[in-house]
C-alpha cells in the first residue's frame, strides 16, 4: 500500500484502520483474539495507521490496540485521543484541562504499551478551557517526548487556526464521505493552507454507503445508529438513492460500493486518509482493495454531478452529540 503524509511530514498508510468498533458504539465488544487477529491482518495487508481513544469502551479499546501491535512497534502510527471526562466507566461531559490532559496522556501510554503517543487528538473541543491552553499543554509533553505530534477532532476553523499558531497540528479528524460533505466548504481550504492533514472518520457512512443497510435493517439496542436521525427508517428510504448512484458507479468499475467511496475520498487530496472500521477480515480487505481504485477526472465529474442531486435526509448526530461538535 502507499503512503501518505498528513502535518508535521507524519506519514502513514494512505487507508488506516479505525479500531473503534471492535469495542464500542456497534453492538457488544468483539472478541479480543479475533480483533488481535484482524488488526494483524490489517498489518499484513500494508496498513500502519490505526485510530482508537480512551473513550472506546471506556479504555478497553486502548488496551486491544496497544497489545496486539506493540510486535509491530515501529512500524505503525497509533493515534489516540483525550477530552473527555470519565468517571465510573461512563462520560459525565468534556473536560481539556490541563491536567486532566496530563492524567489521560500517562494512562493511554501505559494502555497502549507505548513510550510515546504518535498522534495525540483533543477529541472534542471544550468550550471551557481555551484552545490556546490545550495546544500548549500538548507542546509541553512533545518537548517531554511522551507525544510526538498533536490532533484536533471537529474542530471549525477558528479553534484550528488558533490551535496551530501555538502548537502546529498534523491532523484534523473529523467526518467526510459521499454521505457527509460539509468540510468541503470551510475546512478543507484552511487545512490546505495551514499544511495540516486530513484523516476522515466514517468514510463508509457508518456502513450505509457499502449497500448493505436498507429499511429491513435492525440494528442492536446498543448500537449507536440508533440514534441518529440518518438511520431513522423514513431517512433510509430517502438516502436509499445515494447508494444506488454508488453502486451504479461500482458495477462500472468492477468494484465493490464501499470501493468506490473510499477510492473517491482518496481521490480529493493527496493528505486526506480515510480510516474505514470493520471487524471482519473479508471486509478488510475489500477497504483495502479500494486504493487500488482508480478514478479519472471524468469519474469524479460523473459522480459530483450525480451526487449533487440527491439531498441527503437526516442530521447526522443526535442535538445532544451535535452540541459537542466545534463549527
Given at each position: 500500500m ?15 484502520l ?9 453492538g ?5 483474539k ?15 495507521f490505526f ?24 512500524k ?19 473536560n ?11 494512562a ?8 510515546a ?11 471551557q478551557?481555551p484552545?490556546e ?15 510526538k ?10 479553534i ?16 467526510y464521505s ?9 475546512i478543507?481550504?484552511?487545512?490546505e493552507?495551514l499544511?495540516i492533514?486530513?484523516v476522515?472518520?466514517?468514510?463508509l ?20 445508529r ?5 438511520f ?5 428510504k ?9 453502486k451504479?458507479f461500482a458495477r ?27 471487524t ?5 480487505e ?8 482508480s ?27 451535535q ?5
Amino acid at each position: 500500500m502507499k503512503t501518505r503524509k498528513l502535518g508535521q511530514g507524519l506519514e502513514v498508510s494512505e487507508i488506516g484502520l479505525g479500531c473503534m468498533g471492535m469495542s464500542f458504539s456497534y453492538g457488544e465488544a468483539k472478541d479480543v483474539k479475533l480483533m488481535t487477529e484482524l488488526i494483524h491482518k490489517a498489518v499484513d495487508l500494508g496498513i500502519t495507521f490505526f485510530d482508537t481513544a480512551e473513550m472506546y469502551g471506556p479504555y478497553i479499546n486502548e488496551e486491544l490496540v496497544g497489545p496486539a501491535l506493540k510486535p509491530f512497534r515501529n512500524k505503525v502510527v497509533i493515534a489516540t485521543k483525550f477530552g473527555f471526562d470519565i468517571q465510573d466507566g461512563e462520560s459525565v461531559g468534556l473536560n481539556s484541562r490541563p491536567e486532566h490532559i496530563r492524567e489521560v496522556a500517562e494512562a493511554s501510554l501505559k494502555r497502549l504499551q507505548v513510550d510515546a503517543i504518535d498522534l495525540f487528538y483533543q477529541h472534542r473541543v471544550d468550550p471551557q478551557v481555551p484552545i490556546e491552553d490545550v495546544a500548549g499543554t500538548i507542546k509541553d509533553l512533545i518537548k517531554e517526548g511522551k507525544v510526538k505530534h498533536f490532533g484536533l477532532s471537529e474542530a471549525g476553523v477558528d479553534i484550528i487556526r488558533r490551535a496551530h499558531a501555538e502548537q502546529p497540528v498534523t491532523a484534523l479528524q473529523s467526518e467526510y464521505s459521499l454521505f457527509w460533505r460539509e468540510p468541503e466548504e470551510q475546512i478543507l481550504p484552511v487545512l490546505e493552507e495551514l499544511g495540516i492533514g486530513f484523516v476522515t472518520f466514517s468514510p463508509l457512512g457508518r456502513g450505509f454507503l457499502t449497500g448493505k443497510i436498507d429499511t429491513t435493517t435492525t440494528f442492536s439496542q446498543n448500537d449507536f445508529r440508533t440514534t441518529l436521525p440518518r438511520f431513522s427508517k423514513e431517512n433510509i428510504k430517502r438516502n436509499i438513492v445515494l447508494v444506488d448512484l454508488i453502486k451504479q458507479f461500482a458495477r462500472e468499475k468492477n468494484c465493490e460500493p464501499s470501493q468506490i467511496a473510499l477510492a473517491w475520498i482518496l481521490a480529493q487530496k493527496p493528505w486526506i486518509v480515510p480510516i474505514p472500521g470493520t471487524t471482519k477480515v473479508n471486509r478488510l480487505e475489500e477497504n483495502v482493495g479500494a486504493a487500488s481504485v482508480s478514478l479519472s477526472q471524468e469519474d469524479l465529474r460523473k459522480i459530483d454531478e450525480a451526487i449533487n442531486k440527491v439531498k441527503i435526509a437526516g442530521e447526522r448526530y443526535s442535538p445532544v452529540n451535535q452540541k459537542m461538535i466545534n463549527r
